[in-house]
C-alpha cells in the first residue's frame, strides 16, 4: 500500500491542503517532515475556515492519525496554541503524534531570527520571523535542543546553557540586544513536559509499523521546492529540505516505500520573501492576480509577489521530486484574461535556455519566454469533470501538461473543498 508524498512545485502556497482532502478519506497516517510554523495552510471545509501553521492539514480529518516527524521543527507554544483553537471548534486532535528527534523552537530562535534578517538590511531573506532557520542551523551544528530534552530538567539546562554561552555574546556584543537568562528558557520549556509526553513516540518505528500493515500514510511536504535549502534558490530559501527526498530523511521511512508523488502547482506563480521570480509581473496585471487570487500570506499577512506560469520550474520540480502526478490549482483564478503569457524557456545573456540555470546569477538575471494561450470567459468554478472545462481552459491545461514533465491528474477550480476536477487517481 502506498506511502504518498505532496510538495510545493513552486514557492509555497500552492494549496497543498486541497490535494490532502482529495485523498483524506483513504489516508490513516498524514505526516508533517519539515518545517515548522512557517507554513500557512488555508482549508476551506463547507462555511468554516482553518489557518494551519504546524500542525499538517490532514489533522482536518476524522480518523486520521496526524504525526509530527523528526524532519520538522515544533515552537511548544504555537503547538499547544494551535491543538486548542481546534480542539474548541470541535477537531478531535487527540490522536497528534510527535518525534522525541524534532527540534525545538525557542525564544532564543525567534529573536536571532528577527535580528539577523535586520542586521542583512538590503539582502534580507524575508523570513517569516518564527525562528525556523536559527533552530535549524542549531541542529546542524549540534547544539539543537530536542524535545525529548524537555522531559529530562538536568540535559535540557545543560543543553539550554551551552547553546545561550555563545548566542548571548551575539545578542550583547553584535545585535545589541539583552541577554537571554537560562531560567526562563528552561522553566518555559518544562512547562510544556506534562501535556507534550502522552504525545511523543517514536515516529520511525510507528510509520515504520504502519505500512507494513498496508496502512495509507501521506507525507505533507511544507513550503516547497524552490525554497529548499538544497535545491531552491539558496540564499533566498527555507532552512529545510522541502523536496520529496526530504520525506525519507524527515521521517525515517525508507526512500523506496514512497509510490506516488503529488507535486502542487498553481495555474500562475506566487511567492513571498526575497529572491528571483523570473515571471513577476510589478504592474497591473501582477495586481489583478493578486486580488483575483487573495495572495496574502497566511502566515505573516504579507502580499505575495504574482507572475505567469514558469514551465522550466514545473519540468525542475518534477525532476528533482520524481513527480508521478501534478494538481493545478487555481485555474479559476485566470478565468476573464484574454490572452494568459506561459514562460515556456528564459533568455540568459541573449541566449535561450530551456532549463533553470545551475548558476544563481544567471537565474537571477533570466528573462521569461513567453508563449501566449487564448483565455476564457465562462465561470468553471462548478466544473467537476475535465470535460466541464471551456475548451480554451482543456486547452490551456493540456498546453501546461505537456510542458511540465508530468500528467495534471486534478484541476482546482475555486477554494472550497470540492471544487476539484480529477482526471486520473492520485492513489491508486
Ligand atoms: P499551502 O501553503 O500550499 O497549503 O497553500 P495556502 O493555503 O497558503 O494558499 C492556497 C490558498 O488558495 C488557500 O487560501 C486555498 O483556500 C486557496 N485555494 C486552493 N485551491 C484553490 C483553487 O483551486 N482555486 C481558488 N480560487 N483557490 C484555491
Ligand atoms: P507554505 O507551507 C511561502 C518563505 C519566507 C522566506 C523564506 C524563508 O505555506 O507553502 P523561513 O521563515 O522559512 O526561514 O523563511 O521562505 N516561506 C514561505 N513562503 N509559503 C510558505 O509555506 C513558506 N515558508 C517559508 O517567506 O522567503
Ligand atoms: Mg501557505
Request: net charge negative; proline share 4%; hydrophobic share 40%.
Amino acid at each position: 500500500m502506498p506511502a504518498v508524498v505532496i510538495v510545493g512545485a513552486q514557492w509555497g502556497d500552492e494549496g497543498k491542503g486541497k490535494a490532502t482532502d482529495l485523498i483524506a478519506d483513504r489516508i490513516d497516517y498524514v505526516v508533517k517532515f519539515n518545517g515548522g510554523n512557517n507554513a500557512g495552510h488555508t482549508v476551506v471545509i463547507g462555511d468554516e475556515k482553518y489557518a494551519l501553521h504546524l500542525l499538517p492539514s490532514g489533522i482536518l480529518t476524522p480518523g486520521v492519525t496526524p504525526v509530527i516527524s523528526n524532519g520538522v521543527v515544533i515552537d511548544p507554544e504555537v503547538l499547544m496554541e494551535e491543538l486548542d483553537a481546534l480542539d474548541a471548534r470541535g477537531i478531535d486532535v487527540s490522536k497528534l503524534v510527535i518525534s522525541s528527534h524534532a527540534h525545538v523552537i525557542t525564544q532564543y530562535h525567534r529573536t536571532l531570527d528577527r535580528v539577523t534578517e535586520r542586521f542583512l538590511g538590503k539582502r534580507q531573506i524575508g523570513t517569516t520571523g518564527r525562528g525556523i532557520g536559527p533552530t535549524y542551523a542549531d541542529k546542524i551544528n549540534r547544539v539543537g535542543i530536542r524535545i525529548q530534552d524537555i522531559f529530562d530538567e538536568g540535559i535540557l539546562r545543560q543543553k539550554v546553557e551551552g547553546a545561550l554561552e555563545q548566542k548571548n555574546h551575539l545578542l550583547v556584543k553584535i545585535y545589541n540586544r539583552r541577554a537571554i537568562e537560562v531560567d526562563e528558557v528552561v522553566t518555559e520549556l518544562l512547562s510544556y513536559a506534562d501535556r507534550l509526553r502522552p504525545m511523543v513516540h517514536d515516529t520511525a518505528l510507528l510509520l515504520h509499523q504502519a505500512l507494513e500493515d498496508d496502512k495509507v500514510v501521506l507525507f505533507e511536504g511544507g513550503q516547497a521546492t524552490m525554497l529548499d535549502v538544497d535545491h531552491g534558490t539558496y540564499p533566498f530559501v527555507t532552512s529545510s529540505n522541502a523536496t520529496s527526498g526530504g520525506a525519507a530523511t524527515g521521517s525515517g521511512i525508507a526512500p523506496w516505500r514512497l509510490s506516488r508523488v503529488i507535486g502542487i502547482i498553481k495555474a500562475y506563480t506566487t511567492r513571498v520573501g526575497s529572491g528571483p521570480f523570473p515571471t513577476e509581473l510589478e504592474d497591473e496585471s501582477g495586481e489583478w492576480l493578486r486580488q483575483r487570487g487573495s495572495e496574502f500570506g497566511t502566515t505573516t499577512g504579507r502580499p505575495r509577489r504574482t507572475g505567469w506560469y514558469d514551465a522550466p520550474i514545473a519540468r525542475y520540480s518534477a525532476r528533482i521530486n520524481g513527480v508521478t502526478d501534478f494538481v493545478l490549482t487555481k485555474l479559476d483564478v485566470l478565468t476573464g484574461l484574454e490572452k494568459i503569457p506561459v514562460c515556456v524557456a528564459y533568455e540568459v545573456e541573449g541566449q535561450r535556455v530551456e532549463e533553470i540555470p545551475w548558476s544563481q546569477s544567471d537565474f537571477h538575471h533570466a528573462k521569461p519566454v513567453y508563449e501566449y494561450f487564448p483565455g476564457w470567459e465562462e465561470d468553471i468554478s462548478g466544473a467537476r469533470s475535465f470535460e466541464d472545462l471551456p475548451d480554451k481552459a482543456q486547452s490551456y491545461v493540456l498546453a501546461l501538461e505537456a510542458m511540465s514533465g508530468a500528467r495534471m491528474s486534478a484541476i482546482g477550480v475555486g477554494p472550497s473543498r470540492d471544487a476539484i476536477i480529477q482526471r486520473h487517481s492520485l492513489l491508486d
